[in-house]
């Protein structure tokens, strides 16, 4: 007769009905009221689908040695504490024996200084049965899953080969939860690989994470269930296991939530909480001219709403002032983008953030590329689940940046995944650049690219931001006979002066054409600062830097290291609780210490090369003369 989903094996009783256990001396300590109590405490943290899935399980003590040494730790290994039979139908899990003395009362020291050994011998239990958990036949006890493991069922008999990722996972994955596509891709696994992408252990839970998937989802499940900042740290495996199991271990108060970002460039503070965010949109950069950008440029766009605004809807894509771009790039710790680095993954993979602004005035004005930005075809709750897996990746996420493997598409496209059921069709796709999976999303609906069919109202709706280069052409076309001599456009903008431009502007009459020059002298600004940028990262090369060039290029490096995220947070794993991260006002020291390198940069510059600023500083001059004549 069955009293409880989890039992002692002991000696006979005769206030229960239950055998002894066969793996332990059958003492008659082990039977004690402290255990029962114990085990009763344990399985009320446990939801009733675990329960059900797993079945009754005899929980009996081995000896395994002494404690591990990371007992203490974090990173305690619970693979060291517990154990399973290796014959599942015996329905037996093994905690550590040494674990006998603190459950039955007789030694009342916790060896570790955080917590007392009752609640470590508990997650190395619940650990075990997040594992048989993991690999219960009932989660795939459903409609939808039978049909999938039918279809996959009758691909095998027919074709024995080139079966997809989904009916290799329903035929070759064991039912695992863990070995999922969805899981998988939330959890940063790719492929196949037996190791995560994540390797920021700064802010991992725990190591043994990065082990295997299995491993991944047994102690984040186990943290889901006994610890209350659980919600806060890791929201969107939160909502995972809470949806996957019915049950939430905790209330909503439980721990202070942060939900905002700063921007990479400005430190500007973004809250990206999901009930905020109407859309998620793939923003994709058409191709341009530099090695990196050949294939364009994976991002997603969040269509944030105004403080301002009393409702979440359509009305929200007006404001776009306040809508955040997350764009994966290589963390480029020099003056110098070393293409080889790039290519090898010796920069980190991060996620950056940008305010829309910034980043249709970079592609549009500043490299001559297209965006496009089409809403995902996410229902609330896979969105919930893109934004918070988003918010994990800006606090505690550090890949490696390759090139041709590791990049901005390939990132993003995970994301997107993570967010999808596990049989979606998507999930059986592959891309390594940003075109193909900009294809792929339009082949399978997620993305709706007739949206641009009438460029104005895709124009007007924020679907689609033309390059400049049309409007700059046109102005240039209008005034070229002011600047005789050069062929094109960006002729122009590289070689012509800004001293000769003042003379031109000075004497200029009409309305349009003083704001045709007011556009053209902007391009030219831009133009010279990359030209410029170009010119002193060649100069600055190897043997060519001074002392004063290597210290301050140090500077300006820790400076950009200690705005990193996981640098403005103090202590815990995953997302920050509010008392774990920097205040707004070290937030704002720590940028201006960033700006006085950037100005002691310049100075040098400035002394080095003399003549270097004299360019900029007259455009800067031309822009404000056209500025004053625009006005009158």
């Known amino acids: 007769m069955k009293y409880s989903s989890i039992l002692v094996f002991i000696s006979l009783m005769t206030s ?8 332990l001396k059958p003492v008659s300590e082990v039977n004690t009221t ?6 009763a405490k344990t399985e009320m943290r446990l939801p009733p689908q675990v329960l059900s899935y797993v079945g009754s399980q005899n929980i009996a003590f081995k000896d395994m040695g002494s404690f591990p040494s990371s007992l203490c ?9 517990v154990k399973t039979d290796f014959l599942r139908l015996r329905k037996r899990i093994y905690l550590h024996k040494g674990f006998l003395p603190y459950l039955n009362g007789s030694n009342k020291n916790s060896l570790c200084a955080n917590q007392n050994m009752h609640d470590l011998a508990a997650k190395a239990l619940i650990f075990q049965i997040a594992r048989l958990y993991d690999s219960a036949d009932e989660h795939w006890d459903n409609k939808a899953d039978k049909q999938e493991i039918s279809s996959c069922d009758f691909q095998y008999r027919e074709q024995r080969n080139g079966m997809s990722t989904i009916c290799d996972y329903y035929l070759n994955n064991s039912h695992r939860v863990s070995g999922s596509p969805s899981y998988k891709n939330l959890s940063d696994y790719k492929g196949n690989r037996i190791r995560s992408k994540n390797e920021l252990s700064l802010r ?10 299995a491993e991944h989802f047994a102690y984040n499940f186990t943290q889901f ?3 209350p900042s659980y919600r806060c740290r890791k929201p969107s495996f939160h909502t995972f296991f809470q949806r996957l199991s019915n049950f939430s271990a905790f209330s909503d108060t439980s721990c202070a939530p942060v939900s905002h970002l700063y921007t990479s460039t400005g430190g500007w503070k973004i809250d990206v909480d999901p009930t905020k965010v109407y859309e998620v949109h793939f923003l994709f950069a058409s191709k341009g001219e530099e090695l990196m950008s050949r294939w364009g440029h994976s991002m997603l766009r969040l269509v944030i709403c105004a403080p301002t605004r009393k409702t979440v809807g359509p009305e929200c894509l007006a404001d776009v002032a306040f809508h955040v771009v997350l764009s994966y790039r290589a963390n480029v710790d020099d003056v110098i983008v070393n293409y080889w680095d790039g290519l090898t993954g010796k920069y980190p993979s991060q996620i950056m953030t940008f305010s829309m602004n910034e980043v249709v005035d970079e592609y549009t004005r500043g490299q001559w590329r297209d965006l496009i930005s089409l809403p995902l075809k996410l229902n609330d709750y896979e969105k919930k689940i893109l934004v918070e897996n988003a918010l994990e990746h800006y606090w505690s996420y550090a890949g490696d940046y390759k090139f041709l493997s590791n990049n901005c598409a390939s990132e993003t496209d995970q994301l997107m995944r993570a967010a999808l059921p596990k049989s979606h069709p998507y999930q ?10 900009y294809h792929n999303l339009s082949l399978y609906k997620l993305i709706d690219v007739s949206l641009l069919n009438d460029k104005m109202e895709a124009r007007r709706k924020s679907y689609f931001f033309p390059s400049q280069k049309e409007s700059l052409d046109k102005a240039f076309n209008h005034m070229k006979h002011y600047f005789m001599g050069y062929r094109d456009l960006s002729e122009w903008a590289e070689y012509s002066r800004a001293a000769d431009r003042t003379r031109v502007y000075e004497k200029l009459e009409s309305f349009e054409d003083i704001g045709n020059a007011y556009i053209l002298e902007k391009y030219a600004n831009l133009t010279q600062q990359i030209s410029q940028g170009k010119l002193i990262s060649r ?5 060519n830097r001074e002392a004063e060039f290597v210290q301050v290029i140090a500077g300006i490096n820790q400076s950009a290291q200690k705005r990193l995220p996981w640098y403005l947070a103090q202590g815990g794993y995953g997302v920050p609780v509010a008392s774990e991260v920097a205040s707004d006002e070290e937030v704002q020291r720590r940028l201006e210490e960033a700006i006085k390198w950037g100005t002691s940069y310049k100075q040098l510059l400035l002394k080095k090369f003399p003549d270097i600023d004299q360019e900029l500083t007259t455009i800067k001059s031309n822009l404000e003369l056209l500025t004053n004549r625009r006005r009158f």
Do not use: M, W
């Open 225 to 227: 269930l006994t610890d």
């Open 428 to 437: 059986d796709t592959y891309a390594a650049s940003p075109k193909k999976v």
């Open 539 to 543: 100069l600055l090369q190897g043997e």
């Open 16 to 23: 229960f009905s239950v055998c002894r256990a066969a793996s």
């Open 34 to 39: 402290l255990i029962r109590e114990f085990l």
């Open 204 to 213: 991992l839970g725990n190591v043994h994470e990065l082990d295997s998937p």
């Open 73 to 81: 730790s974090k990173d305690v290994d619970y693979k060291e504490l």
